[in-house]
């Protein structure tokens, strides 16, 4: 590696920060802790602008590398550490580095871990073939935090529309031109480039393109999987069942039915790994028993909406799409890698109760639908009473489009707001 290649990168990406950086709502814990923060999260939701608003904010020196960068071809572990050594010759006072695809580099992790040895604030992303974000903070063998960034949550969507809310807006007008923003944000999801494009048919293609990366890149060449249909095909059939409990048994049938060759070891595979690159996310019914919950059938929800809106022949039905909505933000403020907290309810009556969330030692419990009305007002109620009693609760709550009510049930109270409302709550 050309030492002048390597100098010219580190000094270019001071230069090139943005000028306008969106505030994003993911808080960075100030430790003194010798960790590395990593950024986790699937492609395009915003992890490297993360970065750029992070080194923005800081007095330090910041030393921001971009790995996939055409001059660095060819960097190999060995020049790792000049980066050190050329960082502290170009600028002066206490370092920060930033480092976008470091994964590309062979034996990375050693060079990290020299780093934080010495005391030196580190902040990593990326995504790639070669290792998911995920996967980047296990690699660092318990010497990161990291920090979960999905794309826009509604709060974040309507700060890119510089919209502000002032205190009790809901009671002004600002309330239609809120809720006008929340259909576009219930059709189109939050991924910032597909946020910031207003023409429909290039949302599109940038959704079918995350679709294809998260495939090829994602999956076929980072797994090495080599029945490329059974992948499609997987992807596809997860995205339709979204909001939707997932029967590996029926999905097996489904197969074989359709002559699509398979095996088990493959679909269980690309299952976990749909999970890992942060497509679909999974939640089991809740059970006291550890082994009765794994067994469970899992509810599948997507990442995204816009997925929904363009790969999915269900995006029309708005009652699943909202619940989607709620499992994203659910597990956005849990701020966890993986699904630990977030289950479904079944009664032994086949009552059901969309979510149950514990917080600690709380537990919350929240029933979702398009609207209340008297075909499907007592099935709601019903579920959700059921989760309170279960789980000996004094309330719960229902979220819909747009209706708000309180109402008391025997010695329950069961709260109804907008699900706009509720997703702009702190």
């Known amino acids: 590696m050309e030492p002048d290649n390597l100098k010219r990168v580190i000094l270019k990406y001071k230069e090139l920060l943005p000028t306008e950086i969106l505030k994003r709502d993911v808080e960075i814990l100030s430790s003194k802790l010798d960790k590395a923060n990593v950024i986790v999260g699937p492609r395009r939701s915003g992890k490297t602008f993360f970065l750029y608003d992070i080194v923005k904010g800081k007095k330090s020196s910041p030393v921001l590398i971009n790995f996939e960068d055409n001059l660095l071809v060819g960097l190999k572990r060995e020049d790792l550490s000049k980066i050190l050594d050329y960082s502290k010759e170009l600028f002066e006072g206490r370092l920060t580095f930033y480092f976008d695809e470091i994964q590309n580099v062979d034996k990375w992790e050693n060079f990290i871990i020299t780093l934080l040895n010495e005391h030196y604030e580190v902040y990593i992303t ?24 999905l794309p826009f949550s509604f709060s974040e969507f309507l700060r890119a529309k510089k919209i502000t809310l002032e205190k009790n807006f809901e009671y002004t007008d600002k309330v239609y031109k809120v809720k006008k923003q929340f259909s576009i944000f219930m059709k189109y999801g939050g991924f910032p480039e597909i946020v910031f494009t207003n023409q429909t048919m290039l949302k599109n293609k940038l959704i079918n393109n995350y679709f294809d990366t998260v495939l090829y890149k994602d ?114 403020r849990k701020g966890d890698i993986e699904n630990k907290s977030i289950f479904y309810y079944k009664s032994k009556e086949e009552e059901e109760c969309d979510f149950v969330v514990k917080n600690n030692n709380k537990i919350e419990v929240i029933q979702v639908t398009y609207e209340m009305n008297h075909k499907n007002r007592k099935r709601e109620i019903d579920g959700l009473l059921s989760a309170i009693k279960f789980f000996k609760l004094k309330e719960g709550t229902i979220l819909t489009y747009d209706q708000e009510d309180e109402i008391n049930i025997e010695k329950y109270k069961i709260k109804i707001k907008p699900i706009w409302k509720w997703l702009l709550e702190k």
């Open 219 to 332: 999956l076929v060449d980072r797994l090495q999987i080599k029945n490329i249909k059974l992948l499609e095909i997987t992807m596809n059939h997860m995205i339709n069942l979204f909001s939707n409990t997932f029967s590996i048994v029926a999905y097996e049938n489904y197969l074989k039915s359709n002559k699509i060759p398979y095996s088990l070891e493959n679909l269980y595979i690309i299952l976990k790994s749909l999970q890992d690159v942060f497509l679909i996310g999974y939640v089991k019914k809740y059970s006291k028993s550890f082994k009765k919950m794994e067994l469970s059938k899992s509810k599948i929800y997507l990442f995204d909406t816009g997925y929904i809106q363009f790969l999915s022949n269900e995006f029309k039905d708005y009652g699943r799409i909202l619940e989607n909505i709620v499992f994203i933000e659910l597990f956005r």
């Open 126 to 149: 990326g995504s790639n073939s070669k290792l998911l974000s995920k996967e980047i903070a296990s690699s660092l063998r318990g010497k990161s935090l990291s920090y979960l960034m």
